[in-house]
């Protein structure tokens, strides 16, 4: 069974630092690439950040580009999102997800998510 | 940026009701569309990828159809556990991966 378990989500000041964790499980991780996926309280959802298998492929949302860093150990069967000078926009639940074994980037497992909150 | 536009905002149908959302795309992006379910306080579960390919273990009373830009969901006979938020998202930009604002169906 596919798992992907996220962490390291939590309450943070404004202009500081956090990196969340997603630890998946069930398949052979360093094949698929992967995503981070937010929703912000009561609102829709927003890609963020992907990562291809090798790391050779790593994009961004503009609104967090320069900010954040998306990385993976395949050792570890880990993803990582490492989030800098937070703003209170980044508010959000804060999903990994597995982009389906095709061409495009289409996400067929979700973690469960874990929450971020920016504020003084 | 392409920009999906996705209708409607809301919805409310009856049981065995025939549901249809739709999604237009600011551009061409073939059939690089997908969609997506999310029941209350769960995660979003994918539906439908390709435009009209069914995901693994998706019932076959939706279905996922393409006119040019536009994009169509449709739920041929609408269930209880059909009730959340569905969104479609674009897939044929690698430099940003959008979802539409998503629709709210509710039961009548």
């Known amino acids: 069974e596919v798992q992907l378990v996220e962490s390291g989500g939590g309450l943070v000041q404004p202009g500081r630092s956090l990196k969340l964790s997603c630890l998946a499980s069930?398949?052979?991780?360093?094949?698929?690439?992967m995503n981070w996926i937010r929703q912000a309280p009561g609102k829709g959802l927003e890609w963020v950040a992907s990562i291809s298998s090798s790391s050779s492929y790593i994009y961004y949302a503009d609104t967090v580009k320069g900010r954040f860093t998306i990385s993976r150990d395949n050792a570890k069967n880990t993803l990582y999102l490492q989030m800098t000078s937070l703003r209170s926009e980044d508010t959000a639940l804060y999903y990994c997800?597995?982009?389906?074994?095709?061409?495009?980037?289409?996400?067929?497992?979700w973690g469960q998510g874990v929450m971020v909150t920016v504020s003084s | 940026d392409i920009q999906m536009t996705q209708s409607p905002a809301s919805l409310s149908a009856s049981l065995e009701e025939i549901v249809t959302i739709t999604c237009q795309a600011s551009?061409?992006?073939?059939?690089?569309l997908a969609w997506y379910q999310q029941k209350p306080g769960k995660s979003p579960q994918l539906l439908i990828y390709g435009a009209t390919s069914l995901a693994d273990g998706v019932p076959s009373r939706f279905s996922g159809s393409r006119s040019g830009t536009q994009y169509s969901l449709k739920i041929s006979r609408l269930q209880v556990e059909d009730i959340g938020i569905y969104y479609c998202q674009q897939a044929s930009s690698a430099l940003m991966y959008t979802f539409g604002a998503g629709t709210k169906l509710e039961l009548k």
């Open positions: 551009q061409d992006i073939g059939n690089w």
């Open positions: 069930g398949f052979t991780f360093s094949n698929y690439g």
């Open positions: 997800a597995r982009r389906r074994a095709t061409v495009a980037n289409y996400f067929d497992y």
